[in-house]
């Protein structure tokens, strides 16, 4: 059984910056598709960032490219999620979330964490 863990959500200004972390607990990432989704109030849920944690591959949603990358930490089974020059239109929940395949949809999502709120003042 693998649970996920995630932390780093909080309030931030206009152009600030925030981590988030998502730790594997019950197994480790090996294997897996590692990635960020998140939802704002009335609207999809959407990919972020993901990562195949043996290769280290990774790929970001073209809305985040350039503020957001997305790494792992081996020995923390954790992935992290740096978001720079944030937007008021970031501010969602954003969830950890784990698969097996390319590319990693919400249909095809095997694990979700709870969620950690982002939310951005402009």
């Known amino acids: 059984q693998l649970e996920l863990v995630e932390s780093g959500g909080g309030l931030v200004r206009d152009g600030g910056s925030l981590r988030l972390s998502c730790a594997a607990s019950?197994?480790?990432?090996?294997?897996?598709?590692v990635g960020w989704f998140r939802q704002a109030p009335g609207k999809e849920r959407e990919f972020v960032a993901a990562?195949?944690?043996?290769?280290?591959?990774?790929a970001h949603a073209d809305s985040v490219k350039g503020r957001c990358t997305i790494s792992r930490d081996n020995a923390k089974s954790t992935v992290y999620l740096q978001m720079d020059s944030l937007k008021p239109e970031d501010t969602a929940v954003y969830y950890c979330?784990?698969?097996?395949?390319?590319?990693?949809?919400?249909?095809?999502?095997?694990?979700w964490g709870k969620g950690t709120l982002v939310t951005v003042s402009s």
């Open positions: 979330a784990v698969g097996t395949s390319l590319p990693l949809r919400p249909s095809r999502v095997d694990y």
């Open positions: 990562i195949s944690w043996n290769e280290g591959i990774t």
């Open positions: 019950g197994r480790p990432f090996i294997s897996y598709i």
